[in-house]
């Protein structure tokens, strides 16, 4: 896989100890040009994870069912997505793009190639 | 309303939330029990009120009555004994010795015990007349509504005295009764035999309404249901002879079959439209209200087919719904939007160089985005052989580990359940791009483009019919 299944790295550090789960979210969005947040067993998260690779961008990606406190973040995904479905979340430079279909229809309306040139993801 | 209150206290236990909260409140002051008049606090906001001195009150009516009393619907029935308003009650005047004792407790005691001569027979509660004249009436619904309104302002009385409470309701009511009769504080045993006899009878009198409730609920449910089914099929002039519940699957793809039957005549009536407009050299704003009236239909099929999708997943993504000309092309339940745009490029020329990168980058994107749909289903594909395989070795008889086995199939099941997401992002992306294209085109070109969508399919349609009539040798 191209993208960074390392990015727990950075979470490990003991600063995170304590926070809100949805500053977490918001937090670990901002670090990175294009992060998404997924479950490892959901199948729509892998095609949205083939979709950044196939263009070419590296995204960084949380698999909320490997993080202890994932659940607590999944609950904070699905009150700001405002739907049932948590995963997949796509953040770009810091800002949440949507769960599949937003991401889906900005690429075919044309908005994703200069979001993600726009957060340094993609070099033309 | 007090004598009432009393009454239904005392004869309808544990109605249900149905019913006028009154009953409810009877109830909890009867019986020193929060919870249904908890409900009726809920229903009304009323605070809390504390029946205890009430219930006490109400003790020698109890007694009085419970030997007359059945449960719910009595032969003989205490005038007590209005349960459900809708439920006819037989009353038989019974002119009580008692009667004039409750009488003078206007709110507490069951009025209607009392007034049993003048009760009416399908009357839910007739509280003592002379204690509230104004309760006395033939309509039940009108009734509740006399002993809604007669409790709303009873939370006012909330932490009232059980005397106060007595006086607001007897003033309520405008009874002309005066003082308020406090029973005696005996609670001896048959007397708890025949207040747990009253709640018991009265919840089960309760929940045999709910039950009936629901049935009647469900059954108008089915029944608009199967006359919203009828009207579709008479208008497609099929006649469905839907099943029950069971068969709802079925029919959600039937339902689609024939919504999507219509919807291609409705199409053709829009392509037609495009192309008496184009041929008439209407203005740009005329032909772009029709082209918006020919977006929208295409919207609705999708709408439409997310419908079907959560009915019946497999008759949508297997594409059982097209003529098999068209099931040739299939990708995830539908067309696959890059190899539209492929077919209609050429159509569009001329194209400005603008509009033709726009439709490079559109065709680039949908590209890209097929293939991680394509490349999530295979990954679906992947978890859920490996699901239906983890149930336990392919060589071993299939009751050889049962728990496993069931197990994995219950994962197999929801893994199965994900289709329908992947079947609603490929709609969406064929919506997407359909509305891309609308706006890359100018009104002309974009009339052109939706003709050529619309014959190209009607021409795959018409394949469809000449091979399944072709000569067979």
């Known amino acids: 896989m191209h993208y960074q299944t390392e990015a727990w790295g950075a979470y490990m550090a003991p600063r995170t100890a304590g926070t809100d789960p949805l500053e977490r979210v918001e937090r670990l969005a901002a670090e990175n040009a294009v992060v998404i947040f997924s479950i490892s067993s959901c199948c729509m998260c892998h095609a949205v994870k083939r979709l950044f690779c196939g263009m070419g961008v590296n995204p960084t990606v949380y698999e909320l069912d490997e993080d202890p406190r994932g659940k607590e973040m999944e609950k904070a995904l699905v009150r700001l997505l405002g739907s049932s479905q948590a995963v997949p979340a796509v953040f770009i430079g810091g800002k949440l793009i949507g769960p599949m279909d937003r991401v889906m229809a900005s690429h075919i309306n044309g908005s994703l190639v200069p979001l993600l040139k726009e957060a340094g993801a993609l070099w033309l | 309303m007090a004598s009432n209150n009393n009454t239904r206290r005392i004869s309808e236990v544990g109605l249900s939330d149905s019913e006028p909260s009154t009953q409810h409140l009877v109830y909890g002051v009867l019986h020193g029990i929060s919870p249904p008049s908890s409900n009726f606090i809920d229903q009304h906001g009323s605070t809390a009120y504390d029946f205890g001195e009430l219930e006490e009150a109400l003790i020698p009516k109890v007694l009085q009555n419970d030997g007359d009393r059945k449960p719910l619907l009595g032969i003989h029935p205490p005038p007590t004994l209005e349960i459900f308003p809708s439920w006819p009650v037989r009353y038989q ?69 059980h005397h106060n409470q007595s006086k607001t309701l007897v003033d309520k009511r405008g009874a002309s009764s005066s003082t ?235 893994r199965l359940a994900n289709l329908e997401s992947f079947v609603r992002q490929a709609d969406n992306l064929r919506q997407q791009t359909l509305h891309q294209l609308r706006r890359i085109l100018t009104v002309r070109q974009a009339v052109r483009c939706f003709l050529a969508i619309g014959e190209y399919y009607s021409r795959l349609r018409a394949l469809s019919s000449l091979w399944a009539s072709r000569p067979r040798e």
């Open chain 2, 93 to 161: 005047p019974t002119p009580r010795a008692h009667s004039h004792q409750s009488g003078e407790s206007t709110t507490d005691s069951g009025s209607a015990q009392n007034t049993g001569s003048q009760l009416e027979p399908e009357s839910p509660v007739s509280s003592s007349q002379k204690s509230q004249p104004n309760r006395r009436s033939s309509d039940p619904s009108l009734h509740q509504k006399q002993e809604r309104s007669d409790m709303a302002p009873a939370p006012s009385d909330s932490t009232a005295h």
């Open chain 2, 180 to 414: 308020e009769r406090v029973g005696s504080k005996t609670l001896d045993a048959k007397t708890l035999r025949r207040l747990a006899q009253n709640r018991e009878a009265a919840k089960k009198s309760r929940l045999r309404k709910k039950a009936y409730v629901q049935q009647l609920e469900s059954s108008k449910i089915k029944l608009t249901q199967l006359e919203q089914d009828l009207q579709r099929a008479r208008a497609q002039g099929l006649f469905i002879a839907g099943a029950g519940g069971g068969s709802n699957v079925s029919s959600g793809a039937a339902i689609f079959d024939m919504e999507h039957a219509r919807w291609i005549e409705e199409n053709q009536r829009h392509m037609a439209e495009l192309r008496a407009g184009l041929n008439a050299h209407l203005p740009d704003t005329d032909l772009r209200l029709i082209l918006d009236g020919c977006l929208g239909h295409y919207d609705e099929i999708f709408r439409l087919k997310g419908i079907a999708a959560k009915a019946d997943v497999f008759h949508v993504f297997s594409g059982l719904w097209l003529t098999p000309a068209e099931r040739c092309f299939l990708w995830m339940g539908g067309f696959k939007p890059s190899e539209l745009l492929k077919i209609l490029v050429p159509q569009l020329e001329p194209l400005t160089e603008q509009q033709f990168i726009g439709i490079c980058n559109l065709q680039q994107s949908s590209q890209q985005a097929e293939e991680a749909l394509s490349q999530g289903l295979e990954a679906l594909h992947q978890s859920l052989a490996d699901t239906v395989v983890g149930g336990g070795s392919l060589g071993d008889p299939p009751n050889h580990h049962v728990t496993n086995y069931m197990a994995h199939m219950a994962i197999a099941l929801a």
